[in-house]
């Protein structure tokens, strides 16, 4: 075997605001906009990019990775601050159709909302009571739970250093009033698409293509942040490396495209035994696969491993290089208490380890650390 080199829906009703005395419109010759009703409601769920995975590529034929995350809304959420009641009347009236609308009347209230609801892009005035528009992108931008918020300067300013200076500022586009309905909604429809691409090019770097399950980078960044889970609230951790057992041989029988596919059905039987919401299986190389446990205990995880154990065998995935007639594979497995013990590297390190006494015992079995047998 070949030892590798280890590395390293809410949903809110939000009341609306009160509707002030209403200064001239910048926004042109549109009629004024009836007083909607003063609610609005939101529904957003903050992820990580790695949680989101299945929802990345938009098809259900992948078995829920995540099970957790599968209720996200696919609407957008625009949150739109301005201290003129009769903008964010019109505004409100251009979007409302097509994206969930929050509304701030003040620099303060788009923080707390923007913090709070984390809406996809914020349509931003400029001269605001209180905070201004440029010190709000600016706390925005400071904020880690915030920053990366796509900005929108919408304002009466137009000299060029007004603008160079919301550009500055981290905004990604700084519009003039008066505006026509039509550029605004399309320039906002154009952002969506673009913040969207790049959402899903980020997910899917994070994606193994063959498998579809989540990919290296995954499993370290979420080892990372398990790891500092179970760290602060003192809980365990488990950790598991799978080999397919003499897959070079399998390959060399059956061929690649066979191959592939024995591959899939592993990581499928994989995913299928750990869907806790937490748990994780990634690719980690070739034929091999880690099963992520955070909070599992040692008892627990070394059983849901063996049940994996039993269930690749019981594809009966025709193998005739195994003794054992059939594809299996052998698993090593560690649990530790990341409070004192251990690194996310060492995690990985120890549980090859046991990969390591699995394969040498015959393979076909799962050693967990501590374990005198392996089954
Ligand atoms: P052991 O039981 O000791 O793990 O033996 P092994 O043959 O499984 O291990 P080895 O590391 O010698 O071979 C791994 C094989 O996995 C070699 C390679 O052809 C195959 N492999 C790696 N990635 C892929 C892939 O994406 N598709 C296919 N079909 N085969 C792959
Ligand atoms: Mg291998
Ligand atoms: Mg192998």
Redesign the pocket.
Known sequence: ??RKKLPAGIRTFAKGRGIRTAPPSSFGERPLPRLPSERHFVSQIPQSPWQRLPLALGKRRMLPIFPSTFSKPRGHTLLIADDGPVNLLFMREIFQRDYQVLTAATGEEALCLAEEHQPDLIILDVLMPGLSGYEVCRRLKANPATQHIPVIFVTALESAEDEETGLELGAVDYLTKPLRAGILRARVRNFLTMIRQQELLQELALLDP?TEIPNRRALDRALEQEWGRCQRIHEPLSLAMV???????F?DTYG?GT??RA?RQVAQALVTAAKRPGDLVARYG??EFVILLPHASRNGARKLCRAARHHIKALAIPHQGSDFGVLTV?IGGVTLWPHRDGSPPEVLQRADAQLYRA?NAG?NRVFWEKDTGGL
């Open positions: 075997m070949e063959l080999d397919i057992d003499h897959f070079k041989s390959n690649h191959g592939d591959l070739g034929e052998s394969k393979r």
